[in-house]
């Protein structure tokens, strides 16, 4: 099953062992004094599931089993969480074996912050540029005399040169940055890792968690659907 689970008891006392780690299978069993526990469930190619379980505290209000599922993880879950922050959905499929996807998201995501803030100082130039172009405009209007008007017509020229060449280069730099973001989210689908789990299968994945005499035994059971 290659289930790791890590099982962190709250509140230790002194002598408690606050971390267990060990990876469970149909007949693994993890004794534990009683106590309230954090389980963190792991597997390659599924979401990591954490949840609380007491232990032994009271058979009248403890539920004997506590019933939880690993959802597999998905390309298309990858997809809208990159689309929503870049680089979040190369995280998502990173993991031990697949350590370069988060370095692929780390990546996509200092790309957009970096092209974001250039966008932003881009527009804000171009905004600039703008009024010192509509002022050297108004000026040139207000010419009477020949040369005045000449000199100035020469002035509002540059200005409306600069102002669309800022405008340019504004308008590019939104482009990368949209084509980054838009392209974190389909990266994080087509370079989606398999994980060893059939391409066409959904499915979940049960733990059965006996939670009497302070003793912990998982049940694992499969269920794809191919």
Known sequence: SNVKADIEKINPGKFDEKIITTRLDRNAEQKLIAGDYKVTLRRSGFEEKTFQASIGRSKTFVPTALQTELNPKTATKAFYKSLFIPGSGQW????????????????????????????????????????????????????KLI?????????????????????????????????????????????????????????????????????????????WNI
């Open 147 to 223: 040369e005045d008007v000449n000199t100035h017509r020469q002035i509002a020229e540059k200005k409306n040169q600069d102002m669309f060449s800022s405008q340019l280069t504004a308008i590019i730099t939104t482009g990368l940055f949209a084509a980054t973001w838009i392209g974190s989210a389909f990266e994080a689908k087509v370079n989606f890792p398999l994980y060893g789990v059939p391409v066409s299968s959904s499915g979940g994945f049960d733990i059965g968690l006996n939670l009497t005499e302070g003793r912990i035994t998982p049940r694992l059971s499969y269920r």
């Open 92 to 143: 998502y499929t990173s993991e031990a074996g697949y350590e370069s996807r988060s370095y692929v998201g780390w990546g996509f995501t200092i790309a957009a912050v970096g092209l974001g803030a250039a966008t932003v100082s881009t527009w804000s130039d171009f905004s600039d540029k703008k009024d010192v172009y509509d002022s050297a405009y108004k000026t040139y209007l207000a010419q």
